[in-house]
């Protein structure tokens, strides 16, 4: 049972380089989201997504596209790497919402952006 | 905006102890509220979730409470283990987003053998 899967572990970029993070669910989730964590900010929100074809921002959105084509996947794209977007990424996913169900995390990417 | 603080925000005991963790969020408008445990290195791990209507929650040595009119949760760990050892956050639902959880920033608990 493989819950939530996130690719890659760890990551170096240079500034101004593009990459994405996967993430992929095999729990039929419909809600995905993506967070950073950062010593002393805690969790912040970056997108979310409440089924396929549906995303929105959350908190700190900036510098980062979502896009959910099918109910598995949700993957985070970089399109211009920046060192502030150094941070671990986590993606995480619940049945229905939130606020209704038991999150899962994935185990995080480690990105440094240098 | 809702805003959850933890504490303390670290804490250390020996082996065998009874202890409490505690949250505070500044919005009683809550859907849930969830505790997790993080170890080093790794992802989350959802530990407890209480919904609003809820006041408490067991599994195993762990009992959660809630106290919505006070914007209160406590976490309570019975014969504490060094493999209980790790962060343990709280976050809520609600208080103004559907869809969006505020974490507090956690309590790194150290259980000595």
């Known amino acids: 049972n493989a819950g939530v899967t996130q690719t890659p572990k760890f990551q170096v970029l240079k500034t101004g380089q593009s990459m994405t993070l996967q993430c992929a669910q095999d729990?039929?989730?419909?809600?995905m989201s993506w967070y950073r964590q950062d010593p002393g900010m805690g969790l912040r929100l970056i997108h979310y997504?409440?089924?396929?074809?549906?995303?929105d921002q959350g908190e700190v959105p900036n510098g980062y596209n979502v896009s959910r084509s099918t109910t598995e996947d949700f993957p985070l794209r970089l399109l211009s790497a920046a060192p502030s977007q150094t941070s671990v990424y986590f993606c995480a996913s619940s049945w229905d919402s939130p606020n209704t169900g038991e999150l899962f995390f994935g185990e995080g990417s480690r990105l440094t952006v240098l | 905006k809702q805003e959850v603080t933890q504490i303390p925000a670290a804490l250390s005991v020996p082996e065998g102890e009874n202890l409490v963790l505690n949250c505070s969020f500044t919005?009683?408008?809550?859907?849930?509220l969830q505790w997790f445990r993080q170890d080093p290195g790794k992802g989350l791990t959802s530990l407890l979730l209480?919904?609003?209507?809820?006041r408490e929650q067991t599994s195993g040595r762990l009992n959660a409470s809630l106290d919505k009119s006070s914007g209160r949760s406590t976490l309570y760990i019975a014969a504490s283990q060094p493999g209980d050892s790790a962060t343990y956050l709280c976050a809520v639902g609600g208080g103004g987003s559907n869809y969006k959880l505020t974490f507090g920033k956690g309590t790194l608990l150290t259980v000595n053998p």
């Open positions: 997504s409440v089924g396929a074809g549906i995303t």
């Open positions: 919005d009683s408008a809550i859907y849930n």
């Open positions: 729990m039929n989730h419909e809600y």
């Open positions: 209480i919904q609003s209507s809820q």
